[in-house]
């Protein structure tokens, strides 16, 4: 019970590398060769020990990638995890079953040094081997040792490198997610904006997406420095349509009326569902008796809709410019001209001639 409690903590830790069934590495197979170099044998290895084989990160000389854990010598680095095994002729040895194959031939010398983690568990085992009995000079041993740390601390090196990727990468799905959050949030904010300002009949500016854009220096700029007309609709009768055609078809009437404005205007005039039935359009850079005309096309174009019922508007349009008159002041007089167009029997333009 103990050692299976002790065995799974040694399996985590090793687990914890990520690195049993990985590609080889230079690094890992620089070290079974100097140690095959160092000791002077045909074979070295460096495996692991995972649950019931031994998995081999690097070998030389070694036919198998991994070993059945029963049949070979690494029981010895969890027995005994701070001693080296030297074997110096397996066939004296018969408890060792040594299946492993040495290009082919049996091995008889064996050497390792368990592979320890920080913590101390044994993850695997730094060995030599040869298909003659031998053995090891001190210096040989200890070198073999040394090499066996070294393979430690490419582990620890690995492993964090491993964890910094992990970070890396958690890190940038974090930023990910932020920027996605941040996106839906401007997309939520624009759409909210864009519900504000806008009238969701017919699409066109309301009143709160006017006085915004008043708001805005370019647009304040616009009608301070150029000429501009500002043209007040307001479509005949709608109360009684509304009344005899139903609400539905008013609505249908109103939309009409907005595609009519918005196909007379161009993209740099402003046209706003100022009122109930009644638009105000902006025409920067514009003279009155340019105004008049793109207001007598509006008109026109609403005359003849054919949406099932007669449909007309009225349109008071004053302009303003530089200097002098506020745009409260010109809008003052547009709507004076509309009350005059109604007053002279609707379906007609009406422009200011207050002299000024
Ligand atoms: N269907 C519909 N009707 C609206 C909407 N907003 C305002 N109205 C109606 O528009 C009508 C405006 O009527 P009035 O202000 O009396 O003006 P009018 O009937 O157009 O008369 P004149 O302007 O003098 O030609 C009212 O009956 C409102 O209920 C809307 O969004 N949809």
Not at 64 to 73: A, D, G, N, T
Request: proline content about 4%.
């Amino acid at each position: 019970m103990l050692f299976d409690a002790r065995e799974a903590e040694r399996q985590a830790a090793l687990d914890r590398y990520a690195i049993v069934d990985t590609a080889p590495e230079q690094a890992f197979d620089d070290i079974a060769r100097l140690a095959a170099t160092l000791c002077n044998t045909p074979a070295a290895a460096i495996s692991l020990i995972d649950h019931d084989r031994l998995w081999f990160k690097a070998r030389l000389g070694i036919d198998q990638p991994q070993l059945v854990r029963s049949r070979s010598l690494c029981g010895h680095a969890i027995d005994a995890p701070d001693e080296t095994l030297v074997v110096h002729d397996l066939a004296l040895h018969p408890g060792y079953a040594q299946r492993r194959r040495l290009g082919g031939q049996r091995p008889r010398f064996y050497a390792g040094v368990p592979l320890l983690s920080p913590e101390g568990h044994a993850l695997g085992v730094v060995s030599v081997g040869d298909v003659e009995p031998r053995t090891l000079t001190p210096a040989q041993l200890e070198g073999l040792r040394l090499l066996t740390r070294q393979t430690q601390h490419l582990l620890e090196l690995r492993r964090y490198l491993l964890e910094q990727g992990r970070l890396l990468s958690a890190r940038d799905a974090e930023a990910r997610d932020a920027e996605h959050a941040r996106d839906a949030l401007q997309r939520r904010h624009d759409d909210l904006e864009y519900t504000a300002t806008h009238d969701a009949l017919t699409g066109l500016l309301n009143r709160a997406g006017m006085t915004r854009l008043r708001a805005q220096a370019k647009a304040r700029g616009a009608l301070d420095t150029t000429r501009y007309v500002l043209a007040l609709l307001d479509i005949d009768h709608f109360k009684q349509i509304n009344d005899r055609q139903g609400h539905l078809f008013g609505d249908r009437a109103l939309c009409a009326v907005a595609d009519a404005i918005t196909r007379a205007i161009r993209g740099t005039d402003i046209a706003v569902r100022y009122g109930g039935e009644e638009f105000l359009i902006v025409l920067p850079d514009t003279r009155l008796d340019g105004g008049a005309e793109i207001a007598e096309r509006i008109r026109r174009q609403v005359e003849a809709l054919e949406i099932g019922a007669m449909i007309t508007v009225s349109v008071g349009i004053a302009d303003g410019g530089p200097g002098g008159e506020t745009p409260e002041a010109v809008f003052e007089r547009a709507d004076q001209a509309l009350y005059r167009a109604k007053a002279m029997g609707r379906n007609r333009v009406v422009a200011d001639d207050t002299p000024r």
